[in-house]
């Protein structure tokens, strides 16, 4: 497991921040929204661009999730699945809810799969 903070510049030009967690082997990447700037919502297009530019990831295998509030009561995880366009970039975003269960067993295995 590997994990970055990454920063970035959206449309809007407002400085940003996410906190990015990739499982390699298993192709998960988790963009955890800081309350830094943009949202991971309003950004996944961007996010999704820079985490496959900048940690060298295969874009046609990556599974994308996003979460706010990780470890809390209120805590949300949602799948998110793009279009990706002439092998360029991700566009229209499909987002898909994640029980807590379900996201954690699938950390789990993903733990587990990094070991391997």
């Not at 994990?3 to 030009?13: A, V």
């Not at 793009?82 to 994640?98: A, Q």
Request: aromatic content about 10%; charged content about 25%.
């Amino acid at each position: 497991m590997e994990q970055y903070t990454l920063k970035f510049i959206p449309p809007n030009r407002y400085p940003s921040a996410c906190l990015i967690t990739i499982y390699r082997r298993s192709g998960i990447v988790v963009a955890t929204d800081t309350d830094e700037g943009m949202s991971v919502t309003n950004a996944c297009e961007l996010i999704a661009s820079e985490v496959v530019k900048r940690y060298n990831l295969d874009a046609q295998k990556m599974i994308y999730i996003e979460q706010y509030r990780p470890g809390r009561p209120d805590q949300t995880t949602e799948l998110v699945k793009f279009d990706f366009v002439d092998g360029k970039g991700f566009r229209h975003p499909n987002w898909n809810h994640i029980p807590a269960e379900v996201f954690k067993t699938m950390i789990s295995i993903a733990e587990e799969v990094e070991e391997i």
